[in-house]
């Protein structure tokens, strides 16, 4: 390959890193068993959490770029939490924390979600704490996180939480 070729091929490589997707560092890369996720998120002492989303979903989208860049949300969430994706059409075979197997859609369909993006996280035995659909603004993220983290689900619904702590 002569220089001029090599050159725009740089480029070429360089503009499509630009333009890729952007990090979220509390993503974990999942083999979509999800027993296995919680057990390592209990052992780092993180809660764990799905995203449910779909392709094409604007506000799944808008969650990726602006909540989740937010570098509040970035810094708290990746201390806290294992964040695990869901395509609610998804194929792929998943291993629910029960053990049993089932498809991402049928998994999806089990926990009533139709709809994206929608988050659900859960406490260290696994149990749902909170479902929150729709996009979530990076400050009303941080304090569902708070209501999961310092234990707020134990004695009071996320929306009283919620509206006690709006502007804190």
Same mark, same amino acid.
């Given at each position: 390959m002569n220089h001029v070729a090599k050159y725009f091929w740089l480029i070429f490589l360089t503009s499509l890193l630009?333009?890729?997707?952007?990090? %979220?560092?509390?993503? #974990?890369?999942?083999?979509?068993?999800?027993?296995?996720?919680?057990?390592?998120?209990?052992? &780092?002492?993180?809660?764990?959490? %799905?995203?449910f989303h779909q392709e094409g979903c604007p506000f799944c989208d808008k969650m990726r770029k602006v909540t989740f860049?937010? #570098?509040?949300?970035?810094?708290?969430?990746?201390?806290?939490?294992?964040?695990?994706? %869901?395509?609610? #059409?998804?194929?792929? &075979?998943?291993?629910?924390?029960?053990?049993?197997?089932?498809?991402?859609?049928?998994?999806?369909?089990?926990?009533? +979600?139709?709809?994206?993006?929608?988050?659900?996280?859960?406490?260290?035995?696994?149990?749902?704490?909170?479902?929150?659909? @729709?996009?979530? &603004?990076?400050? &009303?993220?941080?304090?569902?996180?708070?209501? +999961?983290?310092? @234990?707020?689900?134990?004695? #009071?619904?996320?929306?009283?939480?919620?509206?006690?702590?709006?502007?804190?």
């Open positions: 630009a333009f890729s997707a952007e990090s %979220i560092p509390f993503l #974990k890369p999942s083999f979509l068993n999800l027993k296995e996720d919680l057990e390592e998120a209990k052992k &780092e002492n993180k809660f764990l959490f %799905i995203m860049q937010d #570098k509040r949300v970035q810094e708290y969430f990746t201390k806290y939490f294992y964040m695990v994706e %869901i395509d609610i #059409k998804g194929a792929n &075979e998943l291993v629910d924390l029960d053990g049993k197997k089932l498809t991402e859609r049928q998994f999806s369909l089990k926990h009533g +979600v139709r709809l994206t993006p929608v988050l659900m996280f859960f406490d260290q035995e696994g149990k749902v704490v909170a479902k929150v659909p @729709g996009y979530i &603004e990076p400050q &009303e993220f941080i304090l569902i996180g708070r209501y +999961v983290v310092e @234990g707020h689900y134990k004695n #009071k619904n996320l929306v009283q939480f919620l509206r006690e702590n709006k502007g804190r």
